[in-house]
């Protein structure tokens, strides 16, 4: 079975544009792909949601190719308190469950 | 309006010993999801309860039950501890008719097995 797979870890500095994909190859026809934000012991943080092509929000975008087998979750202008952990979520193709990425841990230096 | 809160926050238990973990979900959502997250790992699927019924389930063994009431708030009982058990238990809560994957996670209770 194919896992949700991200970059291990990313570094930035405070402004520039952050991109981070997830291969998500298994994912089921109708569901959504979603980004979470999680913080050292707290529970994860609702970021963006989208079917298909872009969807923005006030904190990120979301692009989502036709074959929605990866998705990239964008984050402008990022800050020092955008250090964090993000996990995709999508739902598996057959079984239906919902399963997180493997997470990309963000390092944002001043 | 509060979110999802989670009971306790932190726990000790020993190998063999018994535990209850307790979610309350967030007002207007009747569907709870269970997840465990070890150290520097994401999140598991453990199972998911809509109408006081175990939906869907993931790959966790049956020591791992839990239930839901008539409030939709949950609990989360693990028997026969291990020390693999020790983990952030994660409650996450949704409302029926919205994406499945739109969740809403409480704080965690942190598990350590001895």
């Known amino acids: 079975l194919a896992k949700t797979t991200q970059p291990i870890s990313m570094d930035s500095y405070e402004g520039q544009e952050v991109n981070i994909t997830c291969s998500h190859n298994n994912i089921a026809t109708n569901d959504y792909i979603t980004w979470y934000q999680q913080f050292p012991s707290q529970g994860p943080r609702f970021i963006i949601q989208?079917?298909?092509t872009k969807v923005t929000n006030e904190v990120a975008s979301l692009f989502i190719p036709a074959d929605r087998k990866s998705s990239t979750l964008s984050l402008p202008r990022v800050s020092l308190s955008d250090t964090a952990v993000y996990y995709c979520?999508?739902?598996?193709?057959?079984?239906?469950?919902?399963?997180f990425g493997t997470g990309t841990r963000l390092q944002v230096f001043p | 309006d509060a979110g999802v809160t989670q009971s306790p926050t932190h726990l000790i238990k020993t190998r063999g010993q018994q535990v209850t973990l307790r979610c309350s979900p967030k007002?207007?959502?009747?569907?709870v999801s269970w997840y465990q997250q070890a150290l520097g790992q994401g999140p598991q699927f453990i199972f998911q309860?809509?109408?006081?019924?175990?939906?869907q389930r993931g790959n966790f063994p049956d020591r791992f039950s839990g239930h839901q009431f008539p409030n939709y708030s949950s609990e989360l009982n693990v028997n026969a501890l291990l020390l693999g058990d020790s983990a952030l238990y994660l409650c996450?809560?949704?409302?029926?008719?919205?994406?499945?994957?739109?969740?809403?996670f409480g704080p965690g209770t942190r598990l350590l097995v001895l």
């Open positions: 979520l999508v739902g598996e193709r057959n079984t239906d469950k919902l399963i």
């Open positions: 989208g079917y298909k």
């Open positions: 309860y809509y109408e006081e019924e175990e939906r």
């Open positions: 996450a809560s949704s409302a029926s008719g919205t994406p499945k994957e739109t969740q809403y």
């Open positions: 007002s207007g959502h009747d569907t």
